[in-house]
């Protein structure tokens, strides 16, 4: 280490475990946050509300008219659930934990995360 980066990194340190000790603890296990209002909760206008499913039935994707999301994995239900917006053709994830992500629908499919889903009727 230089003697710049060591002269940096006494207060740099110091600043950060400052800054630490003002964070909240958190005990337990950590749980989604279901109790949080998702930032858009009107209905939305477009055609893609609904379920969709990957052909083996692993992936479930249920699209609320309301603007939230569930997933379920497997025997996992509710294993994702979070809100989500539709640009057009393009979909986006905001998943309560804080993952984002997105997809296309492209011919009646929906393109995500590598993914294809069927509306399931």
Do not use: C
């Amino acid at each position: 280490m230089s003697p710049a980066a060591k002269r940096l990194a006494k207060p740099v340190l110091a600043a950060l475990l400052a800054g630490a000790s003002l964070m909240p603890v958190q005990e337990g296990l950590a749980r989604m946050n279901t109790d949080r209002a998702p930032a858009q909760s009107a209905a939305q206008t477009h055609p893609y509300a609904g379920m969709w499913v990957t052909a083996d039935g692993h992936v479930r994707h249920n699209l609320l008219a309301d603007g939230r999301y569930d997933e379920a994995r497997g025997r996992r239900e509710s294993a994702y659930q979070g809100r989500y917006e539709v640009r057009g053709d393009e979909i986006f994830y905001w998943d309560d934990t804080g993952f984002t992500a997105d997809g296309r629908f492209i011919d009646g499919v929906l393109h995500h995360g590598g993914m294809i889903l069927h509306r399931r009727e």
